[in-house]
């Protein structure tokens, strides 16, 4: 079965850290490009980073500085490190797939999408 399945996500405080893992199966990831995209309640879903299948890296200015992507072939999983997390990045986070990256950074018309994971940042 070809599918993506997030992981990671949880309640966390201000400042802290949580880091998501996006899981393929069915398909190798090694040739597509991944992204996460968030969507907060009452909000429209937002990208959030992408990954390139050549490693390269794009990231929303909200993010910058605090959240990195990284990507494992030999695990064929896909991570979301987020550090200093604000209760604005409370949201459900949802990975995606794309064998092109520039269709991952339009950020629509993407070949698979995980069901998502919720992240709640709250003291």
């Known amino acids: 079965q070809v599918q993506l399945v997030e992981s990671g996500g949880g309640l966390v405080q201000p400042g802290g850290s949580l880091r998501l893992s996006c899981a393929a199966s069915g398909f190798t990831l090694d040739y597509y490009a991944i992204g996460w995209f968030r969507q907060a309640p009452g909000k429209e879903r937002e990208g959030v980073l992408c990954?390139?299948?050549?490693?390269?890296?794009y990231y929303a200015d909200s993010v910058k500085g605090r959240f990195t992507i990284s990507r494992d072939n030999a695990k064929n999983t896909v991570y979301l490190q987020m550090n200093s997390l604000k209760p604005e990045d409370t949201a459900v986070y949802y990975c995606a797939a794309d064998r092109s990256i520039a269709t991952m950074r339009r950020g629509y018309g993407m070949d698979r999408w995980g069901k998502g994971t919720l992240v709640t940042v709250s003291s």
């Open positions: 990954i390139s299948s050549d490693g390269r890296k």
